[in-house]
C-alpha cells in the first residue's frame, strides 16, 4: 500500500504541477483538499486502531485520480458527459465503503441480517451522494463554478450516486467481513 500512497502524490502532484503550467490555479486548492481528506483517513485508521481494507483505499485513490487528473485535467467532464455520471456512481460506492467501514469498526456492529446491512449501506451511501450535490450546488454558488448543469444533470447526479449506493449495499452483502481488519 505504501507504493500507491506514494503513487498516489505523484500523480496529484504531477496534475497539480500541470495546472500551475497552464495558469489554472483554482484546481490547486481541490488538490490540496483531496490529499488532506486521503491522508486523513490514513491518520484516523491509525489513531482510532483500525485498519480499512486496501481495496477500499484504492477505490478512493482511484476515485481522486479520475477527478482531478481525468475529469478537470484532461477535462473529460466538459468532453464526455457520461464521464461524470460513471464517477458519480463509482465515487459513491467507493465512499459508501470506507463510511460503512469506519463506522461498523468504531461502534462495533454486528448483525447478520443481509436487508438490515443492505438498507444501512445504501442508506449511507445516499446521503453521502446528496451531500456531494449539496457541496457542487455550494460551489457554483460561492465561486461560480459550473458543477450542475440544470436539473437533469442534478437528477441524473442523484440517480446514478443511488445505483453506487445500492451496488456498494450489494457488495457488502454477499462479501461478508471484507470491509476492515481490527490491528
Do not use: C, P
Not at 491522508?39 to 482510532?48: D, G, P, Q, R
Not at 442534478?154 to 471484507?178: K, P
Amino acid at each position: 500500500m505504501k507504493f500507491l500512497n506514494i503513487l498516489f502524490v505523484l500523480v496529484m502532484a504531477a496534475t497539480a504541477i500541470g495546472f500551475i503550467g497552464r495558469e489554472d490555479y483554482t484546481y490547486i486548492y481541490n488538490i490540496l483538499i483531496i490529499g488532506i481528506v486521503y491522508f486523513s483517513i490514513l491518520y484516523m485508521e491509525f489513531k482510532l486502531h483500525f485498519k480499512i481494507k486496501n481495496y477500499i483505499k484504492i477505490l478512493l485513490i482511484i476515485t481522486f485520480i479520475l477527478h482531478t487528473t481525468f475529469g478537470q485535467y484532461i477535462n473529460l467532464y466538459q468532453k464526455n458527459n457520461w464521464f461524470d455520471k460513471g464517477l458519480h456512481l463509482f465515487g459513491i460506492f467507493a465512499f459508501s465503503l470506507l463510511f460503512y467501514a469506519t463506522i461498523t469498526a468504531l461502534i462495533n456492529v454486528n448483525t447478520n441480517s443481509k436487508i438490515y446491512t443492505f438498507i444501512v449501506v445504501s442508506s449511507i451511501g445516499i446521503t453521502a451522494g446528496v451531500y456531494f450535490e449539496l457541496l457542487e450546488f455550494a460551489l457554483d454558488i460561492s465561486t461560480g463554478s459550473k458543477h450542475q448543469h440544470g436539473l437533469i444533470d442534478t437528477n441524473l447526479d442523484i440517480i446514478f450516486n443511488m445505483i453506487g449506493a445500492y451496488l456498494a449495499g450489494v457488495w457488502v452483502v454477499y462479501s461478508r467481513n471484507s470491509l476492515q481488519n481490527k490491528m
